[in-house]
């Protein structure tokens, strides 16, 4: 593992007040465009379609729609994308990063996500006249990120939406769980007058946030945004050792009315480096902004601080990208060339030197997590298996479609006793595959198995297909996840 900085790319302010209390699918067949224009009702030669095309013949131009020249295509058994439609059978000159419609579309999935914290703080002070005093100070601190709508219901307001845990943490915080009790989402082009404070409220003979929302009220409670068009989101659930959490929007009448949508979620599993990819972000704090890059590495581990224990370390699965990622970036989204969902970002290295490099949590692992969130109450339950793999092959090669894959072969390392595995896998085993409910997963990367064990809930059944060294055999190997001691709670 590397050494990693914390991005925790979210922009953190302090307020300290002194008073008082405190990615074409297999062969694929030769499409003729030409025959396929024909069939769809152009009339005249090859050479008059391809003039057609060019904007030569207005008439049969008007008459051809190649959107529905490519469905057809695709219903004969074409596979590839419409970008790879065009340059394969129109030979045309597209510009594959220019695709301003679709990024207008992400950058309204994407939030701005603020913060504000109150811990209440005890110092000893040296006195003048020998000794000490202690005094009890109030900080109130606020923290800008992102996050990004994956669930939304415009017609009543409401909407889910996926960020880094760490946004909304503070280890100083007062609040429950460190997680702030003043949580403002603010759409693309919304106005952001959030501010944060603290002041004595002699009512509630405590301090409370002030003026949070930058509505003029000092009411942490306060549902409205009066000078700002922040909307109030509820944390509903995270895992921290997983940098993810859930915020729930209800009944917001600026979102009936803006231009937020949801993010389409794609298949970071299919990813493959050198792919083009944007960053979306509220980048340093200043509203949502885009960056573009590749992908530079589809899959790594990197080291972080814990947020807990800074003197402990928590690793976390990661695309890393050339894509500028920066300080409020942290929750936000990376998205690929057709627009989907690939990750959340949520850090970069920031060491001397060092230039370029933004990692995001992978999607698909992502997607996992908030299932398993919602199906557990807000935290995760993943099942264990109780065993250590090692990756005993590794191989780059091209697959059927010309992408540059990675192929592993995983082997069960040791086996703890009393676990899940116990007495079904043995060390040497070799893992080729994943069911579960009818559906099978080729566990050609390590981590694959890893992920899927997020999918299983207590009483689910899985069974792993492993060749087995000691016979030279393959054999399938059932196991039932009926005890609460074969699952780890995170949260």
């Given at each position: ?362 999607i698909t692992q992502v997607k996992h997590l908030i299932d398993n969130m919602q199906d ?116």
């Amino acid at each position: 593992m590397k050494k990693i900085w914390k991005s925790i790319a979210a922009v953190t302010l302090a307020v300290v007040a002194t008073m008082g209390l405190a990615a074409c699918g297999g062969e694929k067949e030769i499409i003729n465009a030409y025959d396929i224009a024909v069939k769809n009702g152009f009339q005249g030669t090859e050479a008059q379609w391809l003039a057609s095309l060019q904007g030569a013949n207005g008439a049969d131009g008007d008459d051809l729609n190649i959107k529905e020249v490519y469905e057809t295509a695709k219903a004969k058994g074409y596979t590839g994308t419409f970008l790879e439609f065009l340059k394969e059978c129109l030979t045309a000159d597209v510009a594959e990063n220019n695709d301003v419609d679709t990024i207008a579309k992400n950058v309204t999935s994407v939030v701005s996500v603020n913060c504000a914290f109150i811990a209440t703080k005890t110092y000893r002070v040296n006195s003048m006249f020998g000794g000490y005093r202690e005094e009890t100070l109030v900080e109130a601190s606020g923290s800008a990120g992102s996050g990004v709508i994956i669930d939304l219901d415009k017609e009543n307001g409401n909407a889910l939406v996926v960020t880094n845990y760490h946004v909304l943490y503070s280890s100083d915080s007062d609040a429950e769980n460190g997680i702030s009790e003043c949580i403002y989402l603010y759409p693309y082009g919304a106005r952001n007058y959030f501010t944060s404070g603290a002041e004595y409220n002699t009512s509630m003979n405590k301090y409370i946030l002030a003026d949070v929302n930058g509505d003029g009220k000092a009411d942490k409670n306060d549902q409205g945004d009066f000078d700002g068009d922040g909307i109030k989101a509820t944390f509903i659930g995270g895992a921290m050792d997983y940098d993810i959490a859930l915020l729930q929007i209800s009944g917001s009448e600026y979102l009936k009315e803006c231009a937020a949508s949801e993010a389409t979620l794609g298949d970071s599993n299919t990813v493959t480096v050198g792919e083009k990819v944007y960053a979306i972000g509220n980048s340093n704090g200043q509203g949502i902004s885009v960056t573009a890059g590749v992908v530079s590495v589809e899959s790594e581990t990197i080291s972080m601080s814990s947020l807990k224990n800074s003197s402990q370390a928590v690793s976390y699965r990661v695309l890393r990208t050339d894509a500028a990622i920066n300080h409020g970036n942290s929750g936000g989204a990376l998205f690929n060339a057709q627009g989907e969902l690939i990750g959340i970002t949520n850090a970069k290295n920031v060491e001397d030197e060092t230039d370029n490099m933004g990692y995001a949590l992978p999607i698909t692992q992502v997607k996992h997590l908030i299932d398993n969130m919602q199906d557990n109450g807000g935290v995760v339950q993943r099942a264990m298996l109780g065993i250590t793999t090692a990756k005993t092959a590794s191989v780059a090669s091209f697959d059927k479609n010309g992408k540059l894959v990675i192929t592993e072969e995983n082997t069960v390392a040791s086996v703890d006793s009393g676990v899940a595995a116990s007495g079904k896998l043995e060390v040497g085993d070799v893992i080729k595959s994943f069911t579960k409910d009818g559906v099978t997963t080729q566990i050609t990367r390590n981590f694959y198995l890893n992920d899927l064990l997020l999918t299983v809930r207590k009483g689910d059944t899985i069974t792993l297909k492993v060749f087995r060294e000691l016979d030279g055999k393959e054999h399938d190997v059932t196991i039932t996840f009926d005890k609460d001691s074969y699952f780890t709670l995170y949260e």
